[in-house]
């Protein structure tokens, strides 16, 4: 989490070597700065993190390195227990569960939380086991995890009975992020892919246009860019704004955009930026939101023209559900999953303050006529804690 630390271990180097000690190096950075070191985390992701290294890099791309062998500190988050424990219960007798653990800003909880024994128990906040560094430098001594089981019975002639050689217990992340362009790309994921004076740009509905490039160099670039990623023009009299990549035409020469393009010729020096980390839901194949569920196409076996979709969502205050759809329209040769989704908009989900279901329904018309569809829904949140839930599904296609 962000403001912990980290140790690296195994570090080696990539063949080349250094002044200081001759001892390996990658990239310029001696590996003796970076084995066993504690580096402070930052910018704290699902499945990454960012560190600091101690010098700067002789590289000046993006480039990967290391090996099987390195193993890095981990602190590990977790929303729900479910405690694997060998018991006896006999008539007359039970045994709770319950725990204490540590919040993930490394604060000890005060009491303890009774876990229901036969399965995984939700918590209220996100706890952390955290890392041996990180019990040394947070917790002050305390117990990252207290596991209590408290026998009771209603007999002085039976007791419960407990394996101590199987107690444990597992411990479940909730995947769900809320990821925006802001949130994902950090100052080295935004790069300019082209800057010229022969950038021009053409309008081709209300909602989407194309960025045009001459420069070779450009182009070679603008090949590279992920579809669903933005696009920053900088300097354009017109044209100065933020667009999200449909598509990337000609070999760079042209970049398909959605929003609003004004038709503009080639003229003063114009700087186009790529953000490559953040992914729109609206691509026809990726996304950077981490929870979601996508459905099998459905082929119709007649044309419809609009949809009646019905959900059950559970959307607690800090979360949000959103729906989207893609069609396949009467007569088009365009295979679906190259297509991008839609979003349903003007979806009003109540908010769920103790987890209870409400039906969302939604009806969309005047769709040209359609023979298939898909359906995505994304899960949203800040907190993996406090999560939104989905069920009961029901699409109705309407002539």
């Known amino acids: 989490m962000n403001g912990s630390t980290v140790k690296l271990y195994n570090v080696p180097g990539n063949g080349t070597s250094i002044a200081v000690n001759n001892s390996g190096n990658i990239y310029g950075v001696n590996v003796q700065t970076i084995n066993n070191v504690e580096f402070a985390v930052s910018n704290v992701r699902s499945n990454s993190y960012t560190i600091i290294l101690p010098t700067a890099s002789t590289s000046n791309t993006i480039v990967r390195a290391g090996g099987n062998g390195i193993v890095a500190e981990r602190d590990f988050q977790y929303d729900a227990v479910y405690p694997a424990i060998s018991s006896l219960q006999f008539a007359d007798t039970s045994a709770r569960v319950s725990v204490k653990a540590v919040d993930k800003g490394y604060t000890p909880q005060s009491s303890f939380t009774v876990l229901n024994g036969a399965s995984a128990s939700e918590l209220y906040t996100t706890s952390v086991l955290p890392s041996t560094t990180n019990i040394t430098n947070n917790l002050s001594g305390a117990r990252p995890l207290t ?13 419960p009975i407990i394996d101590m050689e199987q107690l ?10 809320n990821p925006t362009y802001a949130t994902e790309n950090l100052s080295t994921d935004i790069v300019t892919v082209a800057r010229n004076s022969n950038i ?33 023009v900088a300097n354009s009299s017109v044209n100065s704004t933020s667009y999200r990549v449909i598509d990337v035409l000609d070999a760079g020469a042209n970049i398909l955009v959605a929003g609003a393009i ?18 729109a839901e609206e691509a026809a194949t990726g996304g950077s939101a981490l929870a979601k569920y996508i459905t099998r196409q459905v082929d119709l076996v007649n044309p419809s023209t609009s949809i009646n979709l019905r959900l059950d969502i559970a959307k607690p205050e800090n979360a949000n559900v959103k729906v989207y759809y ?30 209870e279901f409400f039906e969302v329904e939604k009806q969309i018309d005047n769709i040209t006529q359609f023979t298939s569809i898909v359906f995505k829904i994304v899960l949203l949140s ?16 309407l002539v």
């Open 147 to 159: 596991l209590r089981i408290t026998l009771d019975n209603n007999t002085p002639f039976l007791s």
């Open 168 to 177: 444990s217990a597992v411990f479940i992340r909730n995947q769900v992020n």
């Open 200 to 232: 021009s740009f053409t309008r081709v509905s209300a909602g989407t246009g194309y960025i045009s490039i001459v420069a070779a160099n450009d182009r070679a670039n603008v090949s590279g860019i992920v579809k669903g990623t933005t696009v920053t």
């Open 262 to 279: 004004t038709t503009a010729a080639a003229a003063n020096v114009i700087t186009v930026t790529n953000g490559r980390a953040f992914i």
């Open 326 to 355: 893609k069609v396949k329209t009467v007569g088009e040769s365009a295979d679906l999953s190259t297509k991008e989704y839609v979003e349903l908009s003007g979806l009003v989900i109540p908010t769920s303050l103790n987890g």
């Open 382 to 397: 800040d907190d993996s804690a406090d999560i939104p839930k989905c069920k009961n599904l029901r699409a109705i296609m």
